[in-house]
């Protein structure tokens, strides 16, 4: 039929779209960590004295340089976490849950020190284990709670939770943040997407994070979705393949 060839004809330029993104952000990547690789060397080299003496306001911007430097490459490699992520270029092993959420939780107390945001791990049994790649699960774990304490108000809490649901294990991510419009729920996972341009103005970021979850997640061959009260908060859900051992399992 006419609407099922221009639904078709709809998924396959997204497809398009889908890689010629990809194919741009592998090349941004690579021309611009060149550069910015001497433009660091250079900046040392000159604080250090190699090139001559220098006063203190001359070191003190050298510093500052550098500090800008460092915002580059790590826009960089969150563009490069971007690069397109599959089951088979993921390495799977079994991942205990509770001391991944425990040293997730303690890296991110320590950057809510000295503000009024709260931190909790609710209870979680010793033995819930995934099966999936340590590091990007990680990384998953730490963008979404980078994003809850980018948006948490004063006084607000955060809570991280799990627990098993069929064959698979159910991380939750609470925070009492600003929130998310319903209409635009769906669209937080996109590349580059901010949902509102005051806010990311004011709080940072390129709104790469939820997209790179979402790609680990898919790698994963799991679900993420999010329920969210605008000016109350949010909770991202994420499943990932439970660990069972001495079982063929169908994500394999």
């Known amino acids: 039929t006419l609407s099922s060839s221009s639904a078709a004809s709809d998924?396959?330029?997204?497809?398009?779209l889908t890689e010629l993104k990809d194919a741009i952000i592998q090349n941004i990547s690579h021309e611009v960590r060149t550069p910015i690789t001497f433009i660091k060397g250079y900046v040392e080299l000159i604080a250090e004295g190699g090139m001559g003496p220098i006063n203190t306001e001359q070191r003190h911007s050298l510093e500052i340089v550098?500090?800008?430097?460092?915002?580059?490459v790590h826009i960089v490699n969150e563009i490069t976490?971007?690069?397109?992520?599959?089951?088979?270029?993921?390495?799977?092993?079994?991942?205990l849950v509770k001391p991944l959420l425990?040293?997730?939780?303690?890296?991110?107390?320590?950057?809510?020190?000295?503000?009024?945001?709260?931190?909790?791990?609710?209870?979680i049994e010793t033995d819930l284990t995934i099966y999936g790649d340590l590091e990007k699960i990680k990384q998953l774990c730490y963008n979404i709670l980078?994003?809850?304490?980018?948006?948490?108000p004063n006084g607000g809490n955060i809570w991280l939770g799990a627990k098993i649901e069929a064959k698979h294990i159910h991380l939750t991510f609470t925070d009492?943040?600003?929130?998310?419009?319903?209409?635009?729920?769906?669209?937080?996972?996109?590349?580059?997407?901010?949902?509102?341009?005051?806010?990311?103005?004011?709080?940072?970021?390129?709104?790469?994070?939820?997209?790179?979850?979402?790609?680990?997640?898919?790698?994963?061959?799991?679900?993420?979705?999010?329920?969210s009260e605008l000016h109350k908060g949010s909770t991202f859900h994420v499943l990932l393949p439970q660990y069972i051992p001495q079982q063929q399992r169908s994500i394999e």
């Open 146 to 152: 980078d994003n809850a304490v980018k948006f948490s």
């Open 66 to 72: 550098s500090h800008k430097a460092d915002e580059v």
């Open 11 to 16: 998924v396959y330029k997204r497809q398009d």
């Open 81 to 95: 976490s971007l690069q397109p992520l599959t089951h088979e270029s993921t390495g799977y092993t079994p991942v």
């Open 176 to 227: 009492q943040g600003i929130g998310i419009p319903e209409n635009r729920a769906s669209q937080i996972f996109d590349t580059f997407y901010q949902i509102d341009g005051a806010a990311s103005r004011r709080f940072g970021g390129l709104g790469l994070g939820l997209a790179v979850v979402r790609r680990i997640v898919e790698a994963h061959r799991g679900k993420i979705w999010v329920e």
């Open 102 to 123: 425990q040293e997730a939780a303690n890296v991110f107390r320590r950057r809510i020190a000295g503000t009024n945001i709260s931190l909790h791990l609710h209870p």
